[in-house]
């Protein structure tokens, strides 16, 4: 009798393993890995020589992110989030031709600063959330995939 209880045991603890193990590899397979996911696009615009911007805080997902970086001003700047490993120079534009500035990144959840290391005022924060709050709608709709 006891050597029964002792297989019941046993073979109760290798069913719970086996359960284990199988609801696990399903809840990794439930969400796809990064590098499948469409990168999101997403688009930052200097105005104008007085460095005013259109989309400093951009709100994303977590990811990969192509931002297009549009310069109407006549002098460089650059796009810096240290938290993301982002350094990138921003080529000088004009009024008529503006430049475009291709930054591509893996943006990972959380919030992150960046900023122009040149002497000026821009600057801006990436809010990298799965589950971005509705308060954010028409930023949000910035980012398209
Ligand atoms: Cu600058």
């Not at 982002?86 to 992150?112: L, N």
Request: charged share 10%.
């Amino acid at each position: 009798m006891k050597a029964l209880m002792v297989l019941l045991g046993v073979t109760a603890s290798v069913v719970a393993v086996w359960a284990l193990a199988f609801f696990a590899d399903r809840r990794v397979e439930a969400s796809p890995p990064v590098a499948t996911t469409p990168p999101q696009h997403l688009t930052l615009t200097v105005l104008n020589d007085s460095d005013q911007m259109a989309g400093p805080k951009l709100l994303l997902r977590p990811g990969r992110v192509v931002l297009t970086i549009v310069n109407y001003a006549r002098h460089a700047h650059t796009f810096s989030a240290p938290g993301l490993g982002v350094e990138q120079v921003v080529v000088p534009g004009s009024p008529i031709h503006p430049s475009k500035t291709v930054v591509r990144f893996t943006a990972r959840h959380g919030w992150f600063p960046w900023f122009c290391r040149f002497p000026c005022d821009m600057g801006g924060t990436l809010y990298v959330s799965s589950n971005p709050p509705r308060l954010h709608g028409p930023l949000w709709a910035n980012a398209t995939a």
